[in-house]
Each structure stands twice: as structure tokens, then as C-alpha cells.
């Protein structure tokens, strides 16, 4: 195996890492404010990949574009979902959460399933454009969505640091009851919180578009991963999800050097079953800005 | 003494009445296949495994708490295990179906021991199954020598022969008493359990972990029995499969789709309730067949959908499902008139 | 020799010393209260004690026999019991069933742990509630069926983590009683407690503590009217 297949599968598995993060640090950030796992995170990725494809395809715009008009598109169901369902179950059992979240992800892939039954690909101009890497390359819409996930993931942070909405979120991720004491509206709170969540699921979803096939149940792969992320770097922590992220996609592309049949996803599988086992709260010690609940 | 004289007779009545209902079904399932045609034969018998199947996952998710979201591995190892003594060996699936128990209930319980004793709980056991889950589809897929890869196994029909389990086509009354047979068994199996020491402590582990460990209760061994005795039943269903429909793959034994399957009829039925399962695989296999004469085959992932909708309508408003709906507006009722009777 | 015996006990989260060369005797069949302001670290040490969590140094010795590294479920068969500050019944069971799974711990069939179950109930006062389910209960209630399931499973000691929190005067009074008739049966009782009307008037012994140490213990009296136990709840002036 020369060097070279193995520098561009850290590359590449570096860019794949990107999209983890931004599909992880939705999870980690509802956790880490509300409390909640939303189990049906993987299905927002999917809508968001949907209405990128869509917006591209009917209008000509270029994916890039459409990848905004997802965010936001989901930014608002989320809003609705959390303020309409959602906030009812927060006080629910762990149990009673799941089945529901379980549920609302049948829901979705479902109206997918049925509206669009296949696998779909979209085309763009530059699809194909490659930069040359010794004796391979490496794909310029895998480096593009490398770039958007990382600059929403940072945006996020320094949103979350800086403004006053971002600084109230984490103080209810610290202690929701003495958030409530200082004049917090919860309710608020949980809406942009989950609406942010899952609009980062339909983003990472978007920067896929270009190269990732598009079908229905798409949600559960990437839902697994962004779990396997959190369990790396700890739920709740919003840098351990970038530093687990980038770990993981590169994992997972190492991995696939090795085990036959390109079955890459059983990296992921074990990999996320050991972790579970060893080291659930994350590898890094540093418990960072949010204290899980 | 004649208050004492009521209540006593009024809980004969009502003992009566339950066995009277259960003896009054199981007439009209053992009839079935005489009187109803092969049709309904087989969707009762596709209910009837669908209500097996759940209630073996109800002796361990629905009594101890601890959702499973990936039975589907305890039934595809029993698939697979039976079908490759079969094909290799010629071994009867009988007894295939005894060993696939056996290797499953080992599997089940080395799953639930090291998920239990690391403290995997929650959410995390839950897709902890639905990776291990996934994990069995991909190896299966990938160990082409033994599992024959996503071809999946076929089970040539060789005439009927009771002792390797093939009745062939025409013959599906033979199967449907067999699952019927199953399912009784796995209830009764359900029954004891529940009301036995083990039962008490499984219900204590849902109620509350913390105050179930200071009363004595070793949770870890409750929950590991539990799940020895669920995974081996489940595998048993596996076999079934097999032998019923013939072939399967990868995709249709491991899928999220089919642990999906196992699970749904109990939550809407009521986990940790007997009846549950069975009430739960009535209602869905009702659904199901209603909608696969109205529903044309275009709008494929429509009753998925529906489900869907059940499932997050019944989270929020009667999470226990209707068995447990029904039993708690009973025993309302019933304290109500006791309290009346007190004077209250 | 005292029944148990906490012996040095030091207990630390990472950097915080929750817990700080504890020494405590618990005398058999007396009422041992502990008191103390919150965040004293109380909870933490009957953690400590129950097995829950494991103590960063010392031992607890209960009955002659060390109690370091068991688990929760083997110290409760050594005749160690619990109830817990916030209220842990089985909602998805009646109040008998609860009181059965305390009394399953000795009686192996179904039939006898309901009988046993049913006793408790009499015992306590609390037949009217038995077909209550967990969950229909009101917050006092579920104590007193906590209470009775962690006498039905015949403990030597009982441990009480703030079991008179929220209620009201009158169900103090109905809760002292219920205390009296454990104390009864003979079983010994360790104590943690803010309402001091309950803790003074029932309690032999008092233990105060405060950031994970004792600063005081004795009667009710002496506590009372010790200097540093002021000094702790009210502030330096």
C-alpha cells in the first residue's frame, strides 16, 4: 500500500470528519442544554439533504445555496417539533423519550420513503473536480463541505460564547433551575436550542448532496456516527464533538484500508461498542463549557 | 361478613370470567384454520408470530425497563443457526431450533452482562443493541462461507416431514398450530416469570434501580436471566422463520426494521403486561391487513407512517399502552366503589 | 461494640473532599440523627455506606464485618437498609407489591412475602393504602410505603435519608410515631434529617456535620446548645 492511498485516506478521512462534527455537535448541544438524546437526529440530516437536492434541482441554484434554505427550513420544524411535542416529554422517562423520538423518525424516513423510494444523486458542474495528490486526488466538494461544516461548527461556538442568547444556553446547560431563578425563559431556551440542533444535522445533510447518495433511511448511518462522536468527546462537550468528529472519520477511513469487502461501517460499529463499554463519558478530561445532565 | 361474602364472590366472578374469555379464545384459534380458509390462516399465523416474538421481548424490555432496540440479532442467529445445520448437516430443525436458542441465549446474556455491568443503560443500551444488531448484518454479509453472504439461505421444500420441520404450501394449518403452540408456550413462560420472585424483582429494577439494589435485588443476575430466557424464545421464532417462508437474508433477519417489528406491538399493547403482546399484534396485523387491500402498492412506507404517528400519540398521552390504559382505569373504578363502599 | 462503624471515612470528587475523617458510632437499638447544614456532604456519606460509591480512604464496619468494596445489594442482605432523600417508590407497582419486594428479600414465596407485606402494612397503619398504585400517592404517602418496604425486608439498620422533608406538622407527628414502632421492632436507626423538631425529639444520639466533617455530637441537648453547631447554621456574627 503506498503512502500516498494512505495520506489521502487520512485526508479524506479528516474532510469526512468535518460533516461528523457538525452532525454530532447538534446532538451534544441538545443534550448538553435540555437534557434529551434525540435519537431521531439522523432523520433531520436526511430532510436536509432532501431539500438541498430538491432546491437544487428544481431551481438550478447551486447546492450550496440550497444548503442555507435547508438550515433554515429545518431550523423552523425543529422550532415547531420542540415547542408542540417535544416540550411536553422533557419531564418524561428516558424510555418514553426514546420511543418517541424512535417514532418521529419513523415518520420521517417513511414520508421519504414513500415520496422518493430510491437512491438519488445530485449533479453539479464541478462534481467531478479533483485536486491532484501524488499519485491520487482527492474530491473539491469533499474539501467545500469540509470547509462550511467547520466554519458552522465554529460559528456555533463563538455564537454560544459571545451573544447573549449563546451565553444563556450555556448557563442553562449548567443548572437549569438557577437559570430559571435569574430570569431565563426555559421554554425559549429549548426551542432555539433543538431548532439549532437538528438545522445542524440538515446542514451537514446539505454539504453532502454533492457526493453522498441521497435515500431515505441515510439518516440511521449518519445517526450511529454522530453517537460514536459524542461518546469520544463526551456528551455535552461541544469541542470534544470537532476533535471526536475528525477522529472517527478518520478511523473509519483507515479502517477501510483494511478490512475487506469495504464494509467501513464496522470500524464504527466496534469502535462505538468499545466505547461504550470503556470510556462512555468521552476520552478528554475536560469536561468543557457544558456539564451533562 | 357480608361485605367479606361480596368481595369474595366478586373476585371469583371475576377469576371466572378470565379463564372463561381464555378458554372461549382459544377455541376460536384452534378452529381457525378449519373454518377460516388458508388466507386467514396465514394472517393469523403471521399475527401469532408477530405476538411471539414481542412477548419474548417482553419478558426481558417490557418486565426489567431496559429497552432492546436489537432483538433482531437473537432472531437472525436462530435463523441462521438452524438453516446451516440444517443445509450442512441434515440436522432436524427441532433441534436446530434448541441449539440456535442455546447460542443466542449465550450471546443475549454476554451482550447484557457486559452492557449491565459497565453501566450502558438507557439510551445507550438501546443502540448498543442496534449496533450489535448491525454489526451481525454486516458480518453475516461478509463471512460468505457460512452465511452464503446477501444471497441468504434457501430451504429447498424436500415433501413433508414432520421431524425436519416441512409441511410445505398447502399444509400451512400444521404451521399455524405450531406458532399458536409457541406462542402459548412463550406465555406461559411470560406467566411464571412474572409471578415468580424473579417477576417481583424485574418490576422492582423498572420501578427504581437505585431502591431495587437496597432491598437486596442483585440486578445485574435478575436482568441477565431475563435476557437469557428472552434471546433463547426470539431465536426460537428465528427458526421458525426459516422453516416457514423458506429463504431469508441478511437485510430481512438483522434490519432495525425487524427489531422495529419485534418491539412495536408490545409498546402499543403495553410493555410488562402478558396480554400485551398478543392485544398489541391483533390491533397492528388488523392494521396491516386492512391497509394492504386499501393501500396501493405505490404508496409504499404509508402504514410505516401511520406507525409512526401511533407510536408518538401514544408516547404522549398513554405511554403504557392499552393494556395498561385499560387495567389502570379498572382498578380506578374499582377503588372508587371501594372507597364508596367505606363511606368515604 | 457499636453495630456499625464508620471509621475514618474520607471521601473526594477529584479535587473536593466531600467527605473528611468521619468517625461515627451507631449504637444498636439506639436513634443516631445526623444533622447538618446542606451540601454538608450527608447524602454522600450514606452513599458511602450502602456501597453506592466507594470511599477514597477508611472503612465501615457493620456488625464486626468490613463493608468496603460490596455492592449495594450484598450490604442490604447484611442486614443494611435505606430510604432515600427523594422519594424512590415503584410507581408500576401497588402499594403491597411494594412492600412484598422489601419482604422478598427473606421470604422466597410469593404467597408469604404478601402475607409479610400485609403485616407491615397493619403494623405501620397503612392498610387503607394497599391497592394504591406507587404512582397515585401522594409524596407523603409514598415515604411512609417507602418506609415500610425497607422494613419488610428486615434490616438490622436502617438507614433514613431526610424522611420528614415536606411535610406538614401533623404528618411529623404521624411520622415520629412510625419511627417509634421501627424502633420497636427492634431495629436501629441512623438518621438524616433538617426538620428538628422530628430529629431532636426522637434522636438519643446527634451527629453534626459540616463540609464532610463531624464538629459535634452528644444528646439533643448538648448539640443544642454547642457553639460551633450555632456557628454552622447561623453564621459567624
Redesign the interface.
Known amino acids: 500500500m503506498s503512502g500516498d492511498v494512505v495520506l489521502v485516506a487520512l485526508i479524506n478521512g479528516i474532510l469526512n470528519g468535518g460533516v461528523y462534527s457538525l452532525t454530532a455537535t447538534g446532538l451534544t448541544l441538545v443534550f448538553g442544554v435540555m437534557g434529551i438524546s434525540n435519537f431521531a437526529h439522523g432523520s433531520f440530516l436526511m430532510i436536509g439533504m432532501y431539500i438541498t437536492y430538491w432546491f437544487a434541482k428544481l431551481s438550478g441554484i447551486d447546492p450550496y445555496i440550497g444548503c442555507v434554505v435547508a438550515i433554515v427550513t429545518t431550523f423552523c420544524l425543529g422550532w415547531f417539533l420542540q415547542k408542540y411535542i417535544v416540550e411536553r416529554m422533557m419531564y418524561f422517562t428516558h424510555y418514553n423519550q426514546m420511543l418517541l423520538f424512535m417514532g418521529l423518525s419513523i415518520i420521517l424516513d417513511n414520508t421519504a420513503l414513500f415520496l422518493w423510494p430510491d437512491y438519488r444523486q445530485l449533479k453539479v458542474w464541478y462534481q467531478h473536480l479533483l485536486i491532484p495528490f501524488g499519485s491520487t486526488s482527492i474530491e473539491l466538494v469533499r474539501v467545500f463541505a469540509f470547509l462550511i461544516a467547520i466554519v458552522i461548527t465554529f460559528g456555533l461556538y463563538f455564537f454560544l460564547q459571545r451573544t447573549n442568547l449563546g451565553k444563556a444556553m450555556r448557563a442553562t446547560a449548567q443548572n437549569t433551575y438557577a437559570a430559571k431563578v435569574v430570569g431565563i425563559n426555559i421554554r425559549k431556551i429549548n426551542c432555539v436550542t433543538f431548532a439549532v440542533g437538528v438545522a445542524c444535522a440538515a446542514g451537514a445533510g446539505g454539504v453532502l448532496t454533492p457526493f453522498f447518495p441521497i435515500y431515505p433511511s441515510v439518516g440511521s448511518l449518519f445517526l450511529l456516527t454522530a453517537y460514536v462522536v459524542t461518546c469520544i468527546g463526551g456528551m455535552g462537550n461541544l469541542m470534544g464533538a470537532m476533535a471526536g468528529g475528525l477522529i472517527v472519520g478518520v478511523g473509519e477511513s483507515l479502517g477501510a484500508l483494511i478490512i475487506p469487502g469495504g464494509q467501513k461501517a464496522i470500524v464504527i460499529y466496534v469502535l462505538f461498542l468499545l466505547l461504550l463499554v470503556f470510556k462512555p463519558k468521552g476520552l478528554f478530561k475536560f469536561a468543557g463549557y457544558w456539564h451533562a445532565h | 361478613m357480608t361485605k367479606g361474602k361480596e368481595l369474595f364472590s366478586h373476585r371469583i366472578n371475576n377469576n371466572i370470567c378470565k379463564v372463561v374469555l381464555l378458554i372461549v379464545l382459544l377455541l376460536v384459534f384452534i378452529l381457525l384454520p378449519r373454518f377460516g380458509g388458508n388466507f386467514l390462516t396465514h394472517v393469523v399465523l403471521e399475527m401469532f408470530f408477530l405476538a411471539f416474538l414481542g412477548q419474548a421481548w417482553n419478558i426481558f424490555s417490557g418486565y426489567c425497563g431496559e429497552l432492546s432496540f436489537g432483538h433482531a440479532t437473537f432472531f437472525g442467529v436462530g435463523a441462521y443457526t438452524s438453516s446451516i445445520l440444517l443445509m450442512r448437516y441434515g440436522i432436524s430443525p427441532w433441534i436446530g431450533m434448541l441449539v440456535g436458542g442455546c447460542f443466542s441465549a449465550l450471546l443475549g446474556i454476554g451482550i447484557a452482562y457486559i452492557s449491565l455491568r459497565y453501566n450502558v443503560k438507557g439510551v445507550f443500551f438501546a443502540l448498543a443493541t442496534l449496533a450489535c444488531a448491525e454489526l451481525m448484518r454486516l458480518l453475516s454479509l461478509t463471512l460468505k462461507s457460512l452465511t452464503n453472504g446477501a444471497e441468504g439461505i434457501l430451504i429447498p421444500f424436500k415433501g413433508e416431514n414432520f421431524a425436519m420441520f416441512s409441511f410445505g404450501v398447502n399444509k400451512k394449518y400444521i404451521y399455524y398450530y405450531i406458532i399458536l403452540g409457541m406462542f402459548i408456550l412463550c406465555s406461559l413462560v411470560a406467566y411464571k416469570v412474572k409471578k415468580s420472585r424473579l417477576g417481583y424483582h424485574l418490576s422492582a429494577i423498572k420501578g427504581n434501580y437505585d431502591a431495587a439494589k437496597m432491598l437486596g435485588i442483585n440486578t445485574l443476575k435478575c436482568q441477565i436471566i431475563a435476557m437469557g430466557i428472552s434471546t433463547f424464545l426470539t431465536a426460537m421464532g428465528g427458526t421458525f422463520y426459516a422453516q416457514y417462508y423458506q429463504h431469508f437474508e441478511p437485510d430481512v433477519l438483522f434490519s432495525a426494521n425487524r427489531s422495529f417489528e419485534i418491539i412495536f406491538p408490545v409498546i402499543l399493547g403495553g410493555g410488562g403486561y402478558i396480554a400485551g403482546p398478543l392485544v398489541g399484534a391483533i390491533i397492528l396485523q388488523g392494521f396491516e391487513i386492512i391497509t394492504r387491500e386499501l393501500i396501493p402498492s405505490f404508496m409504499y412506507g404509508v402504514p410505516k407512517i401511520v406507525y409512526g404517528l401511533i407510536l408518538v400519540i401514544m408516547m404522549m398521552f398513554i405511554p403504557g399502552g392499552v393494556v395498561s390504559s385499560v387495567y389502570k382505569r379498572v382498578s380506578n373504578i374499582r377503588l372508587k366503589r371501594k372507597e364508596a363502599q367505606e363511606g368515604r | 461494640m457499636a453495630l456499625l462503624t464508620v471509621n475514618n471515612i474520607g471521601k473526594s470528587f477529584g479535587g473536593l473532599k466531600a467527605l473528611d475523617s468521619l468517625n461515627i458510632d451507631v449504637e444498636e437499638g439506639k436513634i443516631t440523627g445526623i444533622i447538618g447544614p446542606n451540601g454538608a456532604g450527608k447524602t454522600t456519606l450514606f452513599n458511602v455506606i450502602?456501597g453506592?460509591t466507594q470511599p477514597t480512604e477508611g472503612d465501615v464496619i457493620f456488625n464486626g464485618e468490613s463493608l468496603l468494596n460490596l455492592?449495594?445489594?450484598e450490604i442490604?442482605?447484611r442486614g443494611l437498609?435505606?430510604t432515600?432523600q427523594i422519594v424512590?417508590?415503584?410507581?408500576?407497582?401497588?402499594v403491597v407489591?411494594?412492600v412484598?419486594?422489601?419482604a422478598?428479600?427473606y421470604i422466597?414465596?410469593?404467597a408469604g412475602?404478601r402475607d409479610e407485606a400485609m403485616n407491615i402494612l397493619e403494623y405501620l397503619n397503612l392498610t387503607r393504602l394497599k391497592?394504591?398504585?406507587?404512582d397515585a400517592l401522594t409524596v407523603s404517602a409514598r415515604k411512609q410505603v417507602?418506609l415500610a418496604?425497607?422494613l419488610a425486608?428486615r434490616p438490622k439498620l436502617l438507614l433514613l435519608d431526610e424522611p420528614a422533608g415536606g411535610m406538614t406538622p401533623n404528618e411529623v407527628d404521624g411520622f415520629l410515631e412510625q419511627i417509634r414502632k421501627i424502633k420497636a421492632r427492634g431495629v436501629t436507626l441512623l438518621v438524616i434529617e433538617h426538620v428538628m423538631k422530628a430529629i431532636m425529639g426522637i434522636s438519643d444520639h446527634i451527629v453534626v456535620i459540616n463540609y464532610g466533617r463531624k464538629i459535634a455530637e452528644g444528646t439533643p441537648q448538648e448539640v443544642s446548645t454547642n457553639k460551633a453547631v450555632i456557628r454552622a447554621y447561623l453564621g459567624d456574627d
Do not use: C, W
Request: aromatic letters at 12%; hydrophobic letters at 35%; proline letters at 3%.
Open positions: 450502602t453506592f455492592k449495594p445489594h442490604s442482605k437498609g435505606r432515600f424512590k417508590i415503584f410507581g408500576n407497582l401497588n407489591e411494594n412484598m419486594v422489601g422478598l428479600q422466597h414465596n410469593l412475602a391497592d394504591y398504585s406507587g417507602e418496604r425497607a425486608a
